[in-house]
């Protein structure tokens, strides 16, 4: 299967509009979360509306060689991956002292561990094979550290610095490591991890797997959904770190 996009995390929410979005503009999926019959519903609707092929490879990313399952359904499939969207993650807004360790942990090792080991796996084969490129979905939140959401933030400020270390790495091979970072985003994501949207208007996940996709085929290294949101991130760092911290407590509703 050629000319392939796969997508981590794709049953819901910003990675099925990112699956839609590329299926409309002719890519073939591979399409990986832990639900089955939301994949195959999915895959069966981009097929009839787009002519897309869809391979779906149910898995719970949160298990140790879930990486490495994924690499193998590759090579056992024959699937030429173009981009590779690392796009599975989860949060939780609450005080640190409050929250549930396990949950903590599982963040960690979803938006952390499981990604680093898909970049670790995926950028050499993908050289082998003929190059293609690696996306991190980051977040806004990833340029400060959020009291109420301390460990997504910092979770996410791992994949902001990694994914750029990896963009200069590889920038003059013939793979490209991306950063996209949506802001606040009406999906079950959000409400799931306990988010208030408060005074924040949510963007839809269509309106960010537009934006996204333009910034991925033009291949920007660090791209930030929507004026506010990059007006944050350049506050983040330009503000000195005290008024960083309590404008996004603030913000957040814990201060």
Request: glycine share 8%; proline share 3%.
């Amino acid at each position: 299967m050629k000319n392939t996009v796969l997508i981590t995390g794709a049953s819901a929410g910003i990675g099925k509009a990112l699956a839609e979005e590329f299926a409309r503009h002719g890519f073939n999926l591979l399409l990986v979360a832990r639900s089955k019959d939301k994949l195959e519903q999915i895959g069966q609707s981009l097929h009839e509306q787009y002519g897309a092929e869809v391979r779906i490879l149910p898995l719970d990313l949160l298990s140790d060689n879930a990486p490495g399952t994924i690499l193998q359904f590759v090579e056992e499939n024959d699937i030429e991956i173009t981009y590779l969207i690392n796009n599975a993650g989860m949060g939780d807004a609450c005080l640190f002292e409050e929250s549930d360790l396990s949950k903590d942990e599982r963040i960690v090792t979803l938006n952390v561990m499981t990604l680093m080991r898909m970049n670790r796996l995926f950028l050499p084969y993908l050289k082998e094979h003929g190059g293609g490129t690696v996306v991190n979905i980051a977040s806004t939140l990833a340029f400060a550290p959020t009291a109420g959401e301390a460990v997504y933030a910092a979770s996410k400020a791992f994949v902001l610095s990694f994914s750029q270390a990896l963009y200069e790495e590889t920038k003059r091979s013939n793979v490209s490591v991306l950063t996209v970072c949506p802001g606040v985003t009406d999906t079950d994501f959000f409400k799931s991890a306990g988010f208030e949207l408060g005074h924040f208007k949510a963007a839809s996940p269509e309106s960010f797997a537009g934006f996204a996709y333009q910034s991925i085929v033009r291949k920007k290294p660090l791209s930030i959904h929507r004026f506010f949101n990059r007006m944050t991130a350049l506050f983040c760092r330009l503000a000195p770190r005290r008024m960083v911290r309590e404008t996004f407590a603030a913000a957040c509703g814990t201060k």
